[in-house]
């Protein structure tokens, strides 16, 4: 079947289906989530339970050394001063009930002096350990385990004041055996805090991996599933139907001048509107179909089980349902909104989904360029694409190399016969081939390069019309208008250039614009209104084209209007041209204006609109395009 027959704009009308649960994939993400829960809390409780742990084991430490110093107390009996100093009769008395000390099982007492000296036992070489030291200069107890056995120093006061300390020894096998079960309940109350924690937050967690899943897989605004969902079950289904031979089709749909809705009614209307546009399209799924929102105004299909046919008709269907109005709660006014539609197949235009969305996106550059509502890709496709990326890269580097010039288009006074001023105009040889500006303008718009080019015009065309003592005409996009920038680009180049801001017209289109101010139109008429006290003239280019060129002069601030060459191709021809072109001049004076026609061909058209009471003419009948260098030999004057 020939693709080209449905690569055409579809008439609207309105088609109902009923919509049925797609059935997508189950992921293991919830029980990951989990299984994380888990794994955390096992790392919290045993984390928990050391701390508790240890620090249980240092309070029986320090219960024991305590105890011990009781015990030591009770077993000494009080002592004096002069029991720590060898040679006096209580010290003899004091050493007896040391003896007996040392005489219970395992228990081996030593004796420091004020002055940090072994007293008892009897030892010519005695260590003076840390736990002394501080015993006799602090006044602390303290204890450790050594060489197996519970070390415990105890300071000796008598009246407040140090007079010694015990070094106690004793077996450290019932300490241990405390520490173990303190430790052993420290363990596993940890663990039984910390399982039921986790089960009575099992239900949270679980609620909380759902949404992370929700999320991931899902897009947030219209709940559609994401393209990172699509990508899985795009992977599952070219696995299916390569093994069945069955086709898949992929779907780009993308919403036509959307950008005007957000910029008209703000952005929460354009969320409310996709949300509504992802409802109509979820109503034309057929059983298995897959709808996800793909990002911005763009949606993805794919589409199961299909050939060419049939998944030509699922994109009648859809264009079929986009003739209905859309009802956004909020809004009295019902929205309109047109799509159009890159389709790819599997497997002839493509092996994977990478392959597949290239070719659609294709496709779809094509649907929108061509208004056809719906495209099937062609492999031309892909030569316009390659074609434009390389004209990209083309223009990014002669714009880098100063590879683009200006030529002027003389513009003709109908009253004098004098030169009135010349449009710049750039232009780019490309490898000695000229590249006309509808081929490389739209590229530089897309690529972001246009507010660069306009810059460039901008500050050449002044520099060269000083030089000339002529007038000029600069155009400006609707992008740089725009530009917070603007302004100071204009004042910065008048300054550079030396050229007087009344030599300097700025050209602005009157397409593109609604009926309407938008936001970023008011932003523009603030711009115009700043060249203008500048002493900066401003000419509306295009008059007389689309629906809104009259709501432009009501609002901005314009010193001339260009009428459209649709308009003076008519003259000789077509009354109607003739009587609208009068009106048109009619007009302009009649606001104060200046009024030029554009595309004037021959001499007779000059005469009629000379006649006519317009002012100017501009046009291969007047004068061609030319390099500065000749229009500075051969400037025009005396033409009539």
């Not at 030593?110 to 501080?134: C, E, K, M, T």
């Not at 519970?150 to 300071?155: A, G, K």
Request: proline residues 5%.
């Amino acid at each position: 079947m020939d693709r080209t027959k449905y690569s055409t704009r579809i008439s609207r009308g309105v088609w109902r289906n009923l919509n049925r649960p797609v059935h997508l994939p189950r992921l293991n993400l919830p029980q990951r989530f989990t299984l994380l829960g888990l794994a955390v809390t096992l790392l919290l409780a045993g984390g928990f339970g050391y701390w508790l742990s240890q620090r249980m084991a240092q309070e029986a430490l320090q219960d024991s050394a305590r105890e011990t110093a009781a015990l030591v107390a009770g077993w000494v009996g009080e002592v004096s001063a002069q029991d720590f100093l060898p040679g006096e009769p209580a010290y003899q008395a004091w050493r007896r009930r040391l003896e007996g000390v040392g005489r219970l099982g395992g228990v081996e007492v030593r004796v420091w002096s004020p002055q940090g000296a072994l007293v008892y036992p009897d030892d010519p070489h005695p260590i003076q350990q840390d736990g002394v030291r501080r015993a006799l200069a602090e006044g602390a107890v303290s204890a450790r385990v050594t060489e197996g056995r519970l070390e415990v120093v105890v300071p000796v006061r008598v009246a407040a004041r140090v007079v010694g300390a015990y070094q106690v020894y004793r077996p450290v096998a019932p300490l241990e055996e405390r520490i173990s079960r303190l430790q052993a309940w420290a363990w596993g109350g940890s663990l039984g805090v910390f399982a039921l924690v986790f089960m009575s937050l099992f239900p949270l967690l679980r609620g909380a991996s759902r949404e992370i899943q929700r999320m991931a897989y899902h897009d947030p605004l219209t709940g559609l599933p994401g393209r990172h969902l699509l990508r899985e079950i795009a992977e599952a289904t070219l696995a299916r139907t390569h093994r069945t031979g069955m086709g898949v089709a992929l779907v780009i749909l993308d919403l036509d001048h959307f950008q005007e809705i957000n910029d008209t009614w703000g952005a929460p209307a354009g969320d409310l509107l996709l949300k509504r546009v992802g409802e109509r399209l979820q109503a034309e799924l057929r059983p298995g179909d897959v709808l996800c929102r793909w990002g911005g105004d763009e949606f993805a299909l794919l589409v199961s089980d299909v050939n060419l046919s049939g998944v030509a008709e699922v994109a009648k269907r859809i264009l079929l349902s986009f003739g209905e109005p859309f009802e956004l709660p909020g809004h009295r006014q019902r929205v309109y909104v047109q799509a159009s539609l890159g389709v790819a197949l599997y497997p002839e235009d493509g092996a994977s989904l990478e392959e597949l969305l290239r070719a659609a996106n294709a496709a779809l550059r094509r649907a929108k360029e061509d208004d056809l509502g719906v495209a099937f890709y062609r492999t031309d496709h892909d030569r316009h694409t390659q074609d434009r990326l390389a004209l990209q890269a083309a223009l990014h580097q002669a714009f880098q190399e100063d590879d683009l010039t200006l030529h002027y288009q003389s513009i003709l006074d109908l009253k004098t016969g004098a030169l009135d001023r010349a449009e710049a105009l750039l232009r780019w040889y490309r490898v000695g081939e000229l590249v006309l500006p509808g081929a490389f303008i739209p590229v530089a718009e897309e690529s972001g390069l246009i507010q660069s080019l306009d810059r460039f015009v901008l500050r050449r065309a002044t520099s060269e019309a000083a030089r000339l003592g002529l007038q000029v005409s600069v155009n400006l996009s609707p992008k740089s208008l725009h530009a917070p920038e603007v302004v100071e680009w204009v004042r910065q180049a008048l300054a550079e250039s030396g050229l007087e801001p009344a030599r300097l017209w700025l050209e602005i289109t009157a397409l593109g614009f609604g009926r309407s101010l938008t936001p970023e139109e008011e932003q523009i008429i603030v711009h115009l209104e700043a060249l203008r006290a500048m002493g900066v003239r401003i000419a509306l280019d295009d008059f007389g084209l689309g629906p809104a060129s009259l709501a432009r002069l009501k609002h901005f601030p314009v010193d001339l209007f260009k009428i459209a060459p649709d308009f003076i191709a008519g003259i000789g021809k077509d009354p109607h041209d003739e009587a609208i072109l009068r009106s048109l001049i009619a007009l302009g004076h009649g606001l104060g204006l200046r009024v030029l026609a554009e595309g004037v061909e021959t001499t007779e058209q000059i005469g009629w609109l000379r006649e006519a009471g317009c002012d100017l003419a501009q046009g291969y009948g007047v004068a061609r395009p030319v390099p500065v260098e000749i229009l500075r030999m051969a400037p025009l004057s005396g033409w009539l």
